[in-house]
């Protein structure tokens, strides 16, 4: 009788641990069954939790049948779940208006990721300057009608088009290693705007999975998996500006497969006496596989193509005299054409509950070619200066990460680790001398570039609760190899160079609606490789020392707080040189300022949002008063007031404010700031929406892009150095109407 009732208390014993303690694996979906990614899960018994991953899978330790789940995801209505049953659990969320006093600082993944999500939201992106504008604080300009990647501010820099910022777009690279134009030129103009899902980005160079251009700060473009339905929109504006776009979706969200098209088509002349003769085609293709075991296989293919004319930087003192109008142009036979086809095929495989694998490979064909002419005659009095860029350019690569969970004692641990390759093969890198973009005069640089990156990278995260510590080391190994041209000889010419740089983050919980942080690490920016070359190897990846003190807070239940106390030196610093165009290496600099960033939600509809940072930039290789960073801005504002959904009705009014900054080293030549508004409506009825759009409400004279450049125009004797500017754009209405079918 004893040994019954022993063996009966044994195997109730067996029986409770097996209901008790578990691991409960689940999905959260939306209503097309679609997984939500950073969704919350909090076990309400246990006070475990977890957050679901890129595929909306989550796994949630010392759960049992009865405990049950509170699931929450910022936009949408969140939902209490009894445990019946310990299979693989889906758990279904319905979309709402976002309500930001449901957002609770201490249950987000990513803070900042969460604010870009309800920004992309409430203000989406309408077009293809927008899309970098939605990082907080960062600033863009363009001078090159229109088809030449943005000039870009952030921090205190002038990253010229993306020297000192790493850019990505579904984890395949932006950023053009030993371009033609200038070291990590960045074109985004093949995105199309509505294919837009999330915005991941994050400042200074903190990050152990973010490597090359590192520095001031990373930005990753995330692609829609799905539409919601398919779309066709066509616009008209002012100066003879049209737009059409059209989403398809072509496998009506099927629950284990997405997939559609997108296409984009856009001319204009722009406001300036040239025109600019501008377009630009766009095609994007996606498919996603969905595996029973949760995990998921991304094809995505795209193609764009662009041609354009341009007026060019035009220099003050012909504006002054009333020789040319502000949109004029000494040289409008400036411009030139560009194009780039991607393939990018992503795997993510779940492992087992503790680990999952991410990984992608990609493919772009690239080329480019640009004139310009920055001085004139400043050099040859007979012909001019016009200078053309070129390539040809191939990328192949790909990223691979394996994210492991576990406990170290009662300490939960997370790493984190993966390699990854990029090789650039670059034939016909050329910078000619150039007479009405139809003569070459001569060859001052030719040649063929071919660029190897190997990285490995490996981050560790410790989880005590309300505290965390997050150590990282990133290792990168280069290969550069140039074969000049214009040498009679056949010559490779290499170098290599290694670079390890540690990364410390913490996070603090001082409550569920407070977080402290600490983040610090070495960055790097790669240099172009004829660079590499002439310097024979030294100084060739110089480094970044940054650390941030900041807070998230939310003082109010409908007010949110993001600040920042930062410091970056950098050992080596790019500058524009004017009177060849290009940019090139200097000395040591440093730079130290404040973020601030504030969420308002007024009601259920409308919003506020304002991004403020102010930065004192200096070299440290010059003497005071002649230590001033050219171009690098000391303090920038946007701010916006923004209708979400309100009978139909959304849009919006938004400002920014770009202060006076140096033009040079002395501060001798200023480029003048500027404040600038935009707004837009638009009004939903049933399937089809009307917009309308007027940039620079207020038609205000601005100027996008300066330069302190000394040129020299063809009836002067000698040079003169002061500001050369493109200027910003007036008045500029446009309608548009779309059908959602």
């Keep these: 009788m004893k040994i019954r009732t022993f063996i009966s208390m044994l195997v109730f014993v067996l029986m409770s641990s097996s209901i008790y303690a578990q691991n409960i694996k689940g999905l959260v979906v939306n209503a097309n069954s679609q997984p939500l990614e950073s969704a919350y899960v909090f076990n309400l018994n246990s006070k475990t939790h977890a957050h679901t991953n890129e595929i909306g899978g989550f796994v949630i330790t010392n759960s049992k049948m009865g405990d049950t789940l509170k699931v929450g995801l910022l936009g949408y209505k969140t939902l209490e779940v009894v445990l019946k049953s310990t299979d693989n659990l889906t758990i279904l969320l319905n979309e709402k208006a976002f309500e930001l006093d449901e957002l609770t600082i201490k249950e987000e993944l990513d803070a900042a990721s ?6 992309l939201k409430v203000t989406p992106v309408n077009s293809s300057q ?6 907080p604080g960062l600033f863009i300009g363009q001078h090159a009608g229109g088809g030449k990647a943005e000039q870009i501010f952030l921090r205190g820099f002038d990253i010229d088009h993306g020297t000192d910022i790493t850019i990505s777009v579904d984890d395949m690279p932006v950023n053009m290693v030993s371009h033609a134009h200038g070291q990590g030129y960045s074109d985004l103009h093949f995105v199309i705007p509505e294919t837009l899902n999330a915005i991941d980005f994050g400042k200074g160079g903190y990050y152990a999975d973010k490597g090359d251009f590192n520095t001031a700060g990373y930005v990753n473009f995330k692609t829609k998996d799905y539409l919601k339905e398919s779309s066709v929109s066509f616009s008209l504006g002012q100066f003879n500006t049209l737009r059409t776009v059209g989403l398809f979706d072509l496998l009506e969200n099927k629950k284990d497969q997405n997939a559609y098209l997108a296409l984009e088509y856009i001319e204009t002349d722009g406001p300036f006496d040239s025109p600019q003769n501008f377009n630009r085609l766009n095609l994007f293709g996606k498919y996603i596989l969905r595996t029973q075991d949760n995990s998921k296989v991304t094809l995505t293919s795209s193609h764009f193509t662009s041609r354009w004319d341009a007026s060019g930087q035009i220099p003050t003192r012909e504006v002054n005299n009333g020789n040319i109008s502000r949109f004029g142009a000494i040289d409008d036979t400036e411009g030139g054409t560009t194009e780039r086809t991607n393939f990018n095929v992503a795997f993510h495989k779940y492992i087992n509950d503790a680990t999952t694998l991410k990984a992608n490979a990609f493919y772009s064909h690239y080329a480019f070619e640009l004139y310009s002419n920055f001085t004139f005659f400043l050099e040859d009095p007979i012909n001019g200066d016009q200078i053309r860029q070129k390539e040809n350019r191939n990328i192949f690569g790909f990223n691979t990460s394996i994210h492991h969970s576990a406990y170290l004692g009662e300490t939960e641990f997370n790493l984190t680790a993966g390699v990854g390759l990029r090789h650039d093969n670059v034939d016909d890198v050329e910078l000619s001398k150039t007479r009405n973009r139809t003569e070459t005069l001569e060859n001052v ?15 560790a995260e410790f989880d005590f609760g309300d505290f965390r510590i997050v150590p990282g080391l990133r290792l990168d190994y280069f290969k550069f190899l140039y074969n000049d041209q214009l040498q009679q000889n056949f010559e490779t010419q290499a170098e290599t160079k290694t670079t390890l740089n540690p990364k410390l983050n913490m996070y603090y919980n001082a409550n569920s609606n407070l977080q402290l942080y600490s983040k610090s690490g070495i960055g790097f920016h790669s240099n172009d490789t004829r660079v590499v070359i002439a310097n024979n190897g030294r100084e060739i990846l110089p480094k970044s020392y940054g650390t941030d003190l900041g807070l998230v807070w939310k003082p109010l239940p409908k007010l949110m707080i993001n600040s920042a106390l930062w410091y970056l030196f950098l050992e080596q610093e790019f500058v524009y040189v004017g009177d060849a165009g290009i940019v090139e290496p200097s000395g040591e600099t440093e730079r130290m300022g404040i973020d601030l960033g504030l969420r308002y939600q007024f009601t259920t509809h409308l919003f506020f949002d304002t991004d403020a940072t102010y930065t004192k930039a200096r070299s440290l290789d010059a003497r005071s008063g002649e230590d001033f960073i050219p171009l690098a801005p000391d303090f920038t504002l946007t701010a916006g007031l923004s209708v979400d959904d309100y009978y139909g009705f959304s849009g919006g009014l938004r400002l920014r404010y770009l202060d006076d900054r140096p033009a040079n080293e002395d501060n001798s030549i200023v480029a003048e700031g500027y404040t600038v508004a935009d707004f837009n409506i638009n009004y939903k009825w049933k399937d089809i929406t009307l917009g309308l ?14 330069f302190a450049t000394a040129s020299r125009l063809q009836n002067e004797v000698t040079p003169v150095e002061e500001i050369h500017f493109t200027p910003g754009t007036p008045f500029f209405i446009k309608g548009q109407i779309t059908y959602n079918f």
Excluded: H, M, P
């Excluded at 927008?130 to 990082?135: C, G, P």
């Excluded at 759009?693 to 300066?706: C, H, P, S, Y």
């Design 445 to 459: 640089q030719l040649g063929d570039i071919n660029q190897t990156n190997v990285s490995a990278f490996a981050s």
């Design 693 to 706: 759009t007027v940039e620079n409400l207020f038609d205000v004279d601005w100027n996008e892009t300066q």
């Design 114 to 119: 969460t604010l870009a999500r309800l920004d």
């Design 130 to 135: 927008d899309i970098l504008r939605k990082v």
